[in-house]
């Protein structure tokens, strides 16, 4: 009896202890800091696993040219893919998994729904030579990219890669990023018509930019959308293959 006595005091003196302010606030803030590293363990992890960078963009931007200067240094002929090409590549301590992706209208959806939910960025390739001939198509598929949920979700790295610079009559990417916002802009008014017609608007979230604005790469944070020019289809060895741009935005990515 005598001990029993004794411990039920000092259970009860515990029991008080734990309810004190300074003791609860240290245990609270214990918690926090173990959910803080668990987090942070998870986000590094999830990054760690989405190491692709998809090339994409219409048939013959240049992309299967590009992959191949890029991962092997080689001039190839190349013509329109069936099939996607992936390789690593090198960025330093970490390395990134390249992925072309064919841009025949049939073939890229399909490949890009399989491999969006590991890519870290998006390198879009467009044709500057033919592009002004070609803007709503690229305008359109752009906008199916930017307004993908998982793009947004993951906030993946976006570089619209001004490709073919080599060539007398190439536009600048400053030109093309102006005519492309000005399409983007004609293209969301219509696609957001689309939606009010069938009822969608309230439960559509395929809305870019910012409403009552005009539309501009600047407003689609947190996606960071970069512009760069190259060129990869010069074959004189005399002549630097310009992809510094985009090895540039690949090692920022890292």
Known sequence: MTTTNIRSPLILDQLINLYDPKIMGIVIAILVVLITIGL????????????????????????????????????????????????????????????????????????????????????????????QKDIRDV????????????????????????????????????????????????????KSSQLESTGEAATNNTFLGKKEKDFEFVHLLPIKVDFAESSASNVDPEKPVELEALEKWLIHIA
């Open 139 to 190: 305008a359109e598929f752009l906008y199916t990219l930017l307004s993908d949920p998982v793009v947004a979700s993951n906030r993946l790295s976006f570089l619209i890669l001004c490709n073919k610079q080599d060539q007398t009559m190439a536009k600048g990417c400053t030109v093309i990023k102006s005519l492309l916002e000005k399409e983007m802009n004609v293209l969301r008014t219509t």
């Open 40 to 131: 942070f363990i998870v986000w590094r992890y999830k990054k760690t696993a989405r190491k692709g960078v998809l090339l994409m963009g219409l048939s013959d931007a240049g992309k299967t040219l590009i992959y191949s200067r890029l991962l092997h240094n080689k001039f190839v002929h190349t013509h329109t893919s069936v099939k996607e090409n992936s390789g690593e590549y090198d960025c330093g301590k970490v390395s990134l998994r390249i992925i072309d992706i064919p841009g025949h209208e049939r073939l890229r959806a399909k490949f890009f729904d399989e491999y969006k939910g590991t890519a870290r960025g998006i390198v879009y390739i467009i044709d500057s030579i033919t592009f």
